[in-house]
């Protein structure tokens, strides 16, 4: 099985350097227009349950149906949410958090390992699904922090979770040979699907 899992296009907070999870917004106009039509066709793509995700997918897989999945939307950065790091250097609850990784839960918000936990729970219910069908190409359309916790848990070669930073309309492209585990998905290349003169969002936030 191929599997694609590719970010969204970029947002307003994107582009503006704001932590953006749980909120729901939608691309920015600037972000659509980047955006290409992927290079194959599939029948069904998942996203997460929020709209960046969805738009995004119907312009690169405009033929698929998209399927929601709420255990691979982003992490909940709680009070962070919506802010960017200037706003906050003042904040002590920030700056330790910061200070430790960013891997201890955000205050009215998730940990780490919470989200990773829960993103990784949710791949594994879709990769069941995708394997009782036999289906040869698995499409996730999601979040950058969602991808950097499928690439740490899953990837091969191992890589720590902030090494697989993609940027927006981009992602990893990985097989999984018939009756491996889930944590022998091979790292087979790079994707983007965006104009070459895109900006390069980096982070989530």
């Known amino acids: 099985m191929n ?20 909120t729901d917004l939608p691309l920015s106009k600037e972000g659509r ?11 069904r793509v998942y996203v997460s349950n929020l709209k960046r995700t969805a738009e995004t997918a119907k312009v ?14 982003e992490m909940d950065f709680g009070d962070f949410e919506g802010k960017n790091a200037e ?13 430790n990784d960013c891997l201890p839960r955000c205050p009215n918000g998730e940990s780490k390992d919470e ?19 036999g289906s040869d190409k698995l499409v996730a359309v999601v979040h950058g922090g969602t991808i ?9 070669p ?12 981009e992602g990893y492209l990985l097989e999984l040979k018939d009756g491996d585990d889930m944590r022998n998905c091979v790292l087979k290349g ?16």
């Open 158 to 169: 191992r890589k720590p979770y902030y090494e697989w930073i993609p940027g927006n309309a």
């Open 87 to 99: 706003e906050m250097k003042e904040d002590k609850a920030y700056r330790d958090w910061v200070d």
């Open 115 to 133: 989200f990773s936990e829960r993103v990784c729970r949710g791949f594994e219910n879709i990769f069941t699904k995708e394997r009782e069908k």
């Open 60 to 73: 690169m897989f405009p033929n698929a149906k998209s399927l929601p999945v709420e255990d691979i939307r």
């Open 33 to 43: 227009e980047y955006l290409t039509k992927a290079d194959f066709d599939i029948e």
């Open 3 to 22: 599997i694609y899992l590719i970010r969204h296009g970029e947002t307003d907070f994107n582009k503006e350097g704001r932590y953006v999870g749980k």
């Open 190 to 205: 790079h994707l983007a699907y965006h104009k070459e003169n895109a900006p390069k969002n980096i982070h989530e936030m």
């Open 148 to 156: 950097m916790a499928f690439m740490e848990k899953f990837a091969l």
